[in-house]
């Protein structure tokens, strides 16, 4: 049974503060997740100062009047506060993961020893990012949200020709909204990326609930990321589209139940749980009332009934016609 790897992803719903960083790690851990994954960022060398909001961003933040760079400079967090995530995240036994979305954060993040990139959807045509990941990083996970198949198979190539194995590059369908509504999620999209690229898939979820990963973890995802909040009516860009710590519990213990469900060999024979109740639920050929011995069973004395311990009813056609060898009570099975 392959465990799919979930990634909880706090982000930036820590708006800015260290000790609610420290809250989502706790609330991660309590999850069971695998990772749990923050955004690294210096907001003055990822947007400029003419950048306006996403309308999501001004929707969920409920101001359209601030720039992008302003929000962002609201929800930064220093090298030096990562660097206590990272030693909090080892102290409660949980794997610490963060997106770099510029070059000196990438750089970072190889200096304090990941191992693994996440790379977000907005890089994926960001030529000089992605070289530099795939020297830095040998282990990939490439986010989609509003590339087409052609942008994907650019990105591929790139980490290809700079030394990252395709096995080890796992491509996420993504839809980049806020929350994503659910006629757009275009789930199938997954399974087209992986025939298409040939790599191991999974899904970056931004719908409300909890639905979706399931689903993906069904058609064969074998990572999951999703976005949670301490409390979805903080204010901030992401909250909205978060699952709270109950749900993000609820989700895990659900993808894990999932992939009990799908780990079998695909054999349809009874499993050893379902084996011992198929002699109660099953039936079979009994005497109708008393039958005596020298009588012929016929469709008047004989008939069907719980347990199955006797004569099938497939051998019904077999009993008709013949003679009773000896007595049967009313309800014994019949015996040929």
Not at 89 to 104: G, M, P, S, Y
Not at 113 to 123: A, F, M, Q, T, Y
Request: glycine share 6%; charged share 25%.
């Amino acid at each position: 049974m392959q465990k799919t790897i979930i990634i909880a992803e706090a982000g930036v719903n820590h708006n800015g503060d260290l000790n609610k960083a420290f809250q989502l790690v706790d609330a991660a851990a309590d999850a069971q997740v695998d990772y749990v994954k923050f955004q690294l960022f210096d907001s003055k060398k990822l947007v400029s100062k003419f950048a306006k909001k996403a309308n999501y961003q001004n929707r969920n933040t409920g101001n359209n009047i601030e720039s992008q760079l302003e929000m962002l400079q609201r929800l930064e967090l220093s090298h030096s506060d990562f660097s206590k995530l990272r030693n909090y995240c080892d102290k409660k036994d949980i794997q610490f993961f963060a997106t770099a979305f510029d070059l000196d954060s990438l750089c970072y993040l190889k200096e304090i020893g990941l191992n693994l990139v996440k790379i977000p959807s907005g890089e994926i045509t960001n030529l000089p990012y992605l070289r530099l990941a795939a020297q830095l990083f040998k282990k990939v996970i490439l986010s989609t949200g509003m590339a087409d198949m052609g942008e994907i198979g650019e990105a591929v190539d790139v980490f290809l020709k700079n030394g990252v194995e395709k096995n080890d590059i796992t491509i996420l369908h993504c839809n980049t909204e806020y929350p994503t509504p659910m006629i757009d999620v275009n789930l199938k999209a997954m399974l087209s990326i992986q025939a298409e690229m040939q790599t191991p898939i999974g899904y970056s979820d931004h719908t409300m609930g909890i639905e979706v990963p399931i689903a993906a973890v069904a058609l064969g995802a074998v990572v999951i990321e999703k976005h949670f909040t301490l409390d979805r009516n903080l204010p901030g860009p992401d909250h909205k589209a978060s699952l709270e710590p109950n749900e993000l519990k609820t989700m895990v213990a659900s993808i894990r139940n999932i992939e009990k469900a799908i780990s079998g060999n695909g054999a349809k024979v009874p499993s050893y749980s379902e084996a011992r109740n198929k002699d109660v639920a099953r039936k079979s050929i009994v005497a109708k009332y008393l039958i005596r011995e020298g009588e012929i069973f016929s469709e008047n004395n004989v008939t069907i009934k719980r347990p199955g311990t006797g004569l099938s009813p497939m051998k019904w056609d077999s009993v008709l016609g013949k003679k009773a060898k000896r007595n049967f009570e009313e309800d014994e099975l019949i015996e040929l």
